[in-house]
């Protein structure tokens, strides 16, 4: 059966309402993309706008840093008759570029094309999907440039310029200001202790360098937010000479997401952050049988996940709608969720290896289940 079937057209209107009036939707400027650490509390400040003197400068370090700069495309270098452009890197020395995972994760014949359209192979030699930064290997010729990174991250307030290939463009420029230090993101497939910044960046942006005003590289062009409005936010996962993180992906660590294999269809992606005192009222309005308790519920179980090892059962209904299956998990190792974002949160602060415990209410009833995670290209949608 289709969990689908309850979904009253009036109830999904007024809970669109009432529970999701938030003025943002999140987007990323490439493919999918990342996860958060523990929230952090932000700074933030209004940006003023750019002085002349400001806006002079930055374009001068974008003649001289822009060729430095990759586009990404998912094409062979000896055979690119149709190239697919998916994002931005930046070379930082020695044949090695940072870009975001996410631009790099889905590629199978990802080559880098410089300033002068030359073509060259390169291969991933680590990445970090919860930061959503990967560090490349490219066969550049000795005389392309490359970017230095900062010593320190930057001010509240710091201009900023910011090289990609959004909508299509080529390694062109936009500046703004950074307006937020270690932001949290509310979405577990988006990193947190983010730089915040007003800069409008598009799809294809993703994977490419905010560089402060001294020419360095102080973050990875990672997502953006697009208001109801029209306003765009920028987010950029910092970046320093000595960030540990770094040195890891140098040695090839590869960290994916660990996974437990559940997933929500896209009909209920708004009830995704579904507040703990309106879970009861908005199960009253769809039907879907859930019952007063909060939790998380989930309508898929991947086939051969720890999730479908474990027994975890989907939301599920009869031909006359009535609830006959599905768990609303309630904690994690002890830590209490309330809907499946707070799930995922959960759930990602732990490595693929680790062993954790649900706390499942079905039919009623309590359970503990123990599993133990993936790496999230092991589960099977």
Same mark, same amino acid.
């Given at each position: 059966?289709?969990?689908? $079937?309850?979904?009253?057209?009036?109830?999904?209107?007024?809970?669109?309402?009432?529970?999701?009036?938030?003025?943002?939707?999140?987007?990323?400027?490439?493919?999918?993309?990342?996860?958060?650490?523990?929230?952090?509390?932000?700074?933030?400040?209004?940006?003023?706008?750019?002085?002349?003197?400001?806006?002079?400068?930055?374009?001068?370090?974008?003649?001289?840093?822009?060729?430095?700069?990759?586009?990404?495309?998912?094409?062979?270098?000896?055979?690119?008759?149709?190239?697919?452009?998916?994002?931005?890197?930046?070379?930082?020395?020695?044949?090695?570029?940072?870009?975001?995972?996410?631009?790099?994760?889905?590629?199978?014949?990802?080559?880098?094309?410089?300033?002068?359209?030359?073509?060259?192979?390169?291969?991933?030699?680590?990445?970090?999907?919860?930061?959503?930064?990967?560090?490349?290997?490219?066969?550049?010729?000795?005389?392309?440039?490359?970017?230095?990174?900062?010593?320190? $991250?930057?001010?509240?307030?710091?201009?900023?310029?910011?090289?990609?290939?959004?909508?299509?463009?080529?390694?062109?420029?936009?500046?703004? $200001?950074?307006?937020?230090?270690?932001?949290?993101?509310?979405?577990?497939?988006?990193?947190?202790?983010?730089?915040?910044?007003?800069?409008?960046?598009?799809?294809?942006?993703?994977?490419?360098?905010?560089?402060?005003?001294?020419?360095?590289?102080?973050?990875?062009?990672?997502?953006?937010?697009?208001?109801?409005?029209?306003?765009?936010?920028?987010?950029?996962?910092?970046?320093?000479?000595?960030?540990?993180?770094?040195?890891?992906?140098?040695?090839?660590?590869?960290?994916?997401?660990?996974?437990?294999?559940?997933?929500?269809?896209?009909?209920?992606?708004?009830?995704?952050?579904?507040?703990?005192?309106?879970?009861?009222?908005?199960?009253?309005?769809?039907?879907?049988?859930?019952?007063?308790?909060?939790?998380?519920?989930?309508?898929?179980?991947?086939?051969?996940?720890?999730?479908?090892?474990?027994?975890?059962?989907?939301?599920?209904?009869?031909?006359?709608?009535?609830?006959?299956?599905?768990?609303?998990?309630?904690?994690?190792?002890?830590?209490?969720?309330?809907?499946?974002?707070?799930?995922?949160?959960?759930?990602?602060?732990?490595?693929?290896?680790?062993?954790?415990?649900?706390?499942?209410?079905?039919?009623?009833?309590?359970?503990?289940?123990?599993?133990?995670?993936?790496?999230?290209?092991?589960?099977?949608?």
């Amino acid at each position: 059966m289709n969990a689908n $079937r309850t979904a009253a057209p009036r109830g999904l209107i007024l809970l669109a309402a009432l529970l999701v009036a938030a003025d943002t939707v999140y987007a990323q400027p490439a493919a999918p993309a990342a996860v958060p650490a523990a929230p952090a509390t932000p700074t933030r400040a209004a940006p003023a706008p750019l002085t002349a003197a400001e806006t002079a400068s930055l374009r001068a370090l974008y003649e001289k840093l822009r060729p430095a700069t990759l586009r990404i495309e998912d094409c062979p270098p000896n055979d690119c008759t149709e190239p697919n452009g998916v994002g931005t890197a930046f070379h930082i020395g020695d044949g090695y570029a940072l870009t975001a995972y996410h631009v790099v994760s889905e590629g199978r014949n990802l080559s880098a094309v410089t300033l002068g359209k030359g073509r060259y192979t390169l291969e991933v030699v680590g990445f970090d999907e919860n930061s959503d930064t990967a560090l490349l290997k490219v066969n550049l010729p000795a005389q392309i440039p490359s970017m230095p990174l900062a010593t320190a $991250r930057p001010a509240v307030g710091a201009p900023t310029l910011a090289i990609g290939n959004g909508n299509g463009t080529f390694l062109t420029l936009k500046t703004g $200001r950074v307006t937020g230090l270690d932001v949290a993101s509310d979405q577990a497939d988006f990193p947190s202790g983010v730089l915040e910044l007003n800069t409008r960046l598009q799809p294809g942006d993703s994977g490419g360098p905010i560089i402060n005003a001294q020419g360095e590289v102080v973050g990875v062009i990672s997502y953006i937010s697009v208001a109801r409005r029209g306003g765009i936010t920028s987010y950029a996962v910092p970046v320093t000479r000595t960030d540990a993180r770094l040195a890891e992906l140098r040695r090839g660590v590869k960290r994916e997401y660990p996974v437990i294999g559940v997933g929500l269809d896209s009909w209920l992606d708004f009830l995704t952050n579904l507040p703990a005192d309106r879970f009861a009222e908005a199960d009253e309005l769809l039907g879907l049988g859930l019952g007063t308790t909060p939790g998380a519920f989930f309508t898929r179980v991947s086939p051969g996940s720890p999730a479908a090892q474990a027994g975890l059962r989907a939301l599920d209904y009869d031909e006359d709608g009535k609830r006959i299956a599905g768990d609303i998990v309630t904690a994690v190792n002890g830590q209490r969720v309330n809907n499946f974002s707070d799930f995922q949160f959960a759930v990602r602060r732990y490595q693929p290896g680790d062993t954790i415990t649900l706390r499942v209410l079905r039919d009623g009833k309590t359970l503990d289940l123990r599993l133990t995670l993936v790496p999230r290209t092991a589960v099977r949608n």
